[in-house]
């Protein structure tokens, strides 16, 4: 069965503090990996996508990395800010005949000042 | 740009009862789909279209339709209303050239919120 699994379920860490939110996948066949911000009351906003052959993406303070072998991603938040609050999703693609993104739960993040 | 708009944000039904949640976007993306959002799960996709006059079912279409008769819109139809439909429901657009790889980003409405009773 395909599942997205994201630890923790919730984090909170003091404004400028760095943190590493964590995604394990069993999704076959792969096709891409994504992750999302998304904020209270709003729709995701796409902070990365990846696919197979890359390891390793920047967006600003995040840093997301895949590991295809262990089926294993994560997503690095350096120097935190108030305006990081928000919460996190891994979703990734199944590369078969049909248009299908899996969406994990989520990482609710709040920073604190 | 507005991006992709939804309409209403919030809305109050019966059980038994009909409506149509509006989902618009002016970017001429060819991809349009709704999800829903249950508390602490993760997105499910009800339905999706490719272009104008072509849907399909998502993970979750009993209780649903869809039309997609221009590019711009792509209006979610609940027909007999029932609790288990209680949700947020997100309308999102990409565009995906043709023959292109499956990486297109999606661009997410701000939600329509629905309740049930």
């Known amino acids: 069965k395909n599942q997205v699994e994201q630890s923790p379920q919730s984090l909170i860490i003091l404004e400028g503090k760095n943190c590493t939110l964590q995604?394990?996948?069993?999704?076959?066949?792969?096709?891409?990996l994504r992750w999302y911000k998304q904020d209270t009351g709003r729709g995701p906003v796409s902070l990365t996508i990846?696919?197979?052959?890359?390891n390793t993406k920047s967006n600003g303070r995040y840093t997301a990395t895949l590991d295809a072998d262990t089926k294993q991603s994560s997503l690095h938040i350096t120097a935190s800010q108030l305006s990081d609050s928000a919460s996190y999703i891994c979703?990734?693609?199944?590369?078969?005949?049909?248009?299908?993104?899996?969406f994990g739960s989520g990482t609710r993040l709040l920073v604190r000042p | 740009n507005a991006g992709v708009t939804q309409t209403p944000k919030f809305r109050i039904l019966k059980i038994g009862q009909s409506m149509t949640l509006q989902c618009a976007q002016d970017?001429?993306?060819?991809?349009m789909y709704w999800y829903r959002q249950d508390p602490g799960m993760g997105l499910k996709l009800i339905y999706y279209?490719?272009?104008?006059?072509?849907?399909d079912k998502g993970e979750v279409p009993n209780g649903y339709n869809v039309s997609r008769s221009t590019t711009e819109d792509f209006p979610l139809r609940l027909e007999l209303a029932a609790p288990s439909q209680t949700s947020v429901y997100f309308c999102?657009?990409?565009?995906?050239?043709?023959?292109?790889?499956?990486?297109?980003?999606?661009?997410f409405g701000p939600g329509t919120r629905l309740l049930v009773l």
């Open positions: 279209s490719v272009g104008a006059g072509i849907t």
């Open positions: 979703v990734v693609s199944a590369a078969d005949s049909s248009y299908k993104l899996i």
């Open positions: 999102a657009s990409s565009y995906r050239a043709s023959g292109g790889a499956e990486q297109e980003t999606q661009y």
């Open positions: 995604c394990n996948y069993t999704v076959s066949p792969f096709s891409n």
């Open positions: 990846m696919t197979f052959s890359e």
């Open positions: 970017m001429n993306h060819n991809y």
